[in-house]
Every structure is written in structure tokens, then in C-alpha cells.
């Protein structure tokens, strides 16, 4: 191939097919994902066994469940900024390494506190790298597959809180509920080494960051060898139309992005605290209704495999049809399953399926928020975006997990936890559609 005298990257990106390192991109994001969704939805798992082990009470494990969700929330708002300031590969490597040694240091407590302080540092790492691997693969993508390619690697997540389940159960039997942390930490380490030397970095952001010529012609050539040399001259068109915004959170709630980012927060407010009081307290509240710990275990792991079919199937009714009413649709969903639960699930079968249908549901809702975030902003606020619908989401999260110790001090039944999930869902269909009336008509045709 001869190289051309102009490349536009955005239109270079997405009239091309999916080269090999794309899909080396998106491999080395699903792995990520897989062990975000492991360490992330651990706690779950090892709670019945904690609780056990340790003598406690129930509901005083709220302060650790919530512990991990704060971290989470304080990672996602620093690194996005972070990434749009050094870049998305140099924070992703450093974020895994951070939570792989964390959740290492969470098999060494001796009590509560010391296991609280490790799995809110932990959160800190993982709140870090999962809002900038979602950029990092939206920038990577063309933008006809974007969504699909968000959101099937965020199948990967909820892989991962699955095997946490089928995985912990044979841990902790064997050795320990320790052993579910070493896990959780010697993974992402290794994982780590093999990021340092093969994720790539976006190369929409190498052109807004400015970065030197010779590494975008790297970069290009190796996407499409001979495309480019030093004597290209190397432009993005990337929302030609609209005026140029400048870094930093507040650009978010400025002009045309204001409505849409509330409405987006809101939706992911919702849909994290549903997710994170399932996750964190489903087994648990399944036990206490008479299961046992191998059923209460494999309950959640039916949650989270629900969620890994809706991850991959999302994003490819997003890209075919139009993206603020799929998910609206996802969120309807998990507020009838959620109904059905509560009121005619009779049986452990009858109710595997129905987990298995809210799964799919409420996790394709929440990656369908993040890919309308992926699509809402433009390359130079893009990791600071998405990340801070992460950040709000686990804003939600930590309330859910806290509003789960609260229900098992009242001793909530699952009917009433389950009628209690209408109203949040519900709630993020209003938003979702406000974005689609009124902030996509004031910000036009935003794309890319």
C-alpha cells in the first residue's frame, strides 16, 4: 500500500475491517474484564464463608461489601481525567497491577478492619481500569460496531463473576476462602506483564494528545502496513461540527452534554445499585431461605451468566437499532423479571431461570449505558466521561450494598427484595428516554 499524502483517522478507523490488532485490543480486554468481574463480584461468594469462619453476623459485613464499592467509585473518577491527560494504556496497566497486589494483600487480614481497608484499595484499582478499557476499545472500534464491541467485551465481566462462583465454591471448600483472593491477585499480576508488552495505545487519542509524528505513523501502519510515513500529514474529523471542548469534568455538565450526561448518571445509578445488591447479597439471602451453600453459590454464578448473554447481544441491537430505546427495553425487562421473582418463582428450577432472564436484562442495561456513554462523547473527554458514569454508578452500587445489610437486619424476604428492584429500574427507563428526546436533539448528530 502506498501512503497516503492525508489520513483521517476517524474516517481511516471506521471504513476499514477489523485489523489484527483490533482484535488484539479487544482479546486483552476481555481478559481484563474477565478478572474485573472475578475480583469485583468475589465478596459475594466468599460472604456465607466469612461469615462462618469468622462468627459474624450478617449484617455487619455492610461496611466491607461497601468498602470495595467506594474504591471502585474513587478509581473511576480520578483515572478517566488521568487517562485523558497520560493516556488509556499507561493507566490500564498500572490499574491492574494495583488491584492484582490489593486483592493479594486481602488474603493476609487477620480481622474486619484490615480486610475492609484492603478490599476498598482494591475497589481503587478496579474502578480504575474498567471505565478506560471500555475508551480504550470504543476508540479502537469502528464506529458501525462500536457498540457491539463494548459491549460483548463486557460479557468478559460478568464471565468473570461467574467463574468467581463455579471457582470460589471448590476454593473455598479446599482451602479456604483465602485461596479466592490469591487467585484474584496472581492473575491480574501476570496479566499486568503481558499488557506492558502488547496493549497498543488509541490512536485517536495519540492524535488529540498531539504526540510525535513518527509514532502516529507507527501506529497507523501497523493498523494498515504502508499507510502512512513521516510526510503524511495526520488530521482527525472527529466532531467537526460541534465546538471543541476543552479536558476536565466540567465539560460533562456544560452546553449540549449536560442533559445527557445527568440522565446518563442516573440510568447508572439505578441499574448499579439493582446489580450490586443482587450480587453482593443473593447467595447469601438464598441461603437463608433454604438453600444451601453449593445452590446459594450457583444462583449467583445463573445471574452472572444471564449477564454475559445480554453483554454480547446488546450491543448488537445498539448498532442496529436505535440505542437509548434498547436500553430502555433492557430496563423494562429487569423490572418485570424482577416482578415474576417475586410473585411466581416456585421451585429452585423456576427460579434459576428467571435469575438467569434478569441477568441478561439488568447487565445488558448497565453495558448499553456504557456504550451510549462511549458514543455521547468526543475523544478528548471520552475517558473522563465514561468513567465518571462509572464513578456515579458506584455511587449506586454502594448504596445497594448498603441497602442489602439494611434488608438483612429486617430480614427482608426475596418477595420483597425482588419488588423492591421495579422501582430503580423503572426509574432509569424515564432517564434514558429524557436523554433520547431532549439531549440528543440539543446535540445533534453526535458521533464517533
Not at 474504591?71 to 485523558?84: E, M, V, W, Y
Not at 450526561?261 to 445499585?273: E, H, K, P, Y
Not at 446489580?275 to 451453600?293: D, E, F, K, R, V
Amino acid at each position: 500500500m502506498s501512503p497516503s499524502n492525508v489520513v483521517d483517522v476517524h474516517t481511516f478507523l471506521d471504513a476499514r475491517p477489523i485489523g489484527r490488532q483490533q482484535w488484539l485490543v479487544i482479546g486483552l480486554g476481555l481478559l481484563i474484564l474477565v478478572l474485573d468481574g472475578f475480583d469485583t463480584m468475589m465478596m459475594g461468594f466468599i460472604a456465607p464463608a466469612l461469615v462462618q469462619d469468622w462468627g459474624l453476623q450478617r449484617h455487619v459485613l455492610g461496611p466491607l461489601m461497601m468498602s470495595g464499592l467506594v474504591g471502585l467509585s474513587l478509581g473511576s473518577l480520578f483515572a478517566g481525567p488521568l487517562a485523558d491527560r497520560f493516556g488509556r494504556r499507561v493507566v490500564i496497566i498500572a490499574s491492574v497491577a494495583f488491584f492484582g497486589f490489593w486483592s493479594l494483600a486481602c488474603a493476609l487480614a487477620q480481622d474486619l478492619t484490615m480486610l475492609t481497608v484492603a478490599r476498598l484499595l482494591t475497589g481503587v484499582g478496579l474502578g480504575a481500569t474498567m471505565p478506560n478499557i471500555t475508551t480504550l476499545l470504543a476508540e479502537c472500534a469502528p464506529l458501525r460496531r462500536r457498540s457491539t464491541l463494548v459491549t460483548s467485551t463486557w460479557c468478559g465481566f460478568a464471565f468473570g463473576g461467574a467463574m468467581g462462583g463455579v471457582l470460589s465454591e471448590y476454593l473455598i471448600e479446599d482451602y479456604g476462602w483465602q485461596a479466592v483472593f490469591v487467585a484474584g491477585g496472581l492473575m491480574p499480576l501476570v496479566l499486568a506483564l503481558v499488557l506492558a508488552m502488547l496493549l497498543p495505545e488509541s490512536l485517536r487519542y495519540m492524535i488529540q494528545a498531539k504526540q510525535p509524528q513518527a509514532r502516529i505513523v507507527a501506529a497507523i501502519n501497523a493498523l494498515a502496513p504502508g499507510a502512512a510515513n513521516l510526510h503524511t500529514r495526520v488530521v482527525s474529523s472527529e466532531h467537526s461540527g460541534l465546538v471543541a471542548v476543552r479536558q476536565g469534568v466540567g465539560s460533562l455538565v456544560r452546553g449540549p452534554y449536560r442533559l445527557g450526561t445527568l440522565m446518563i448518571w442516573v440510568a447508572m445509578f439505578a441499574g448499579f445499585l439493582n446489580l450490586y445488591l443482587l450480587s453482593n447479597w443473593l447467595p447469601i439471602t438464598a441461603q437463608s431461605a433454604g438453600m444451601s451453600l453449593s445452590q446459594a453459590a450457583i444462583i449467583g454464578a445463573v445471574l452472572q451468566l444471564g449477564g454475559a448473554v445480554g453483554d454480547f447481544s446488546v450491543g448488537l441491537k445498539m448498532d442496529r437499532w436505535e440505542q437509548n430505546n434498547v436500553v430502555s427495553l433492557m430496563f423494562a425487562g429487569s423490572a418485570v423479571v424482577s416482578v415474576l421473582i417475586a410473585l411466581w418463582a416456585d421451585g429452585a428450577l423456576a427460579l434459576y431461570v428467571l435469575v438467569f432472564c434478569l441477568g441478561y436484562c439488568m447487565m445488558s442495561a448497565n453495558a448499553g449505558c456504557f456504550a451510549l456513554a462511549a458514543n455521547f462523547y468526543p475523544t478528548a473527554i471520552r475517558a473522563t466521561g465514561v468513567s465518571w458514569v462509572f464513578g456515579i454508578g458506584r455511587t449506586g452500587a454502594i448504596l445497594g450494598a448498603g441497602a442489602g445489610a439494611v434488608m438483612m437486619g429486617w430480614n427482608w424476604s426475596i418477595t420483597q427484595i425482588f419488588l423492591f428492584l421495579c422501582v430503580p429500574a423503572l426509574g432509569a427507563v424515564i432517564a434514558i428516554q429524557c436523554k433520547r428526546l431532549v439531549a440528543s436533539r440539543a446535540l445533534g448528530a453526535v458521533s464517533g
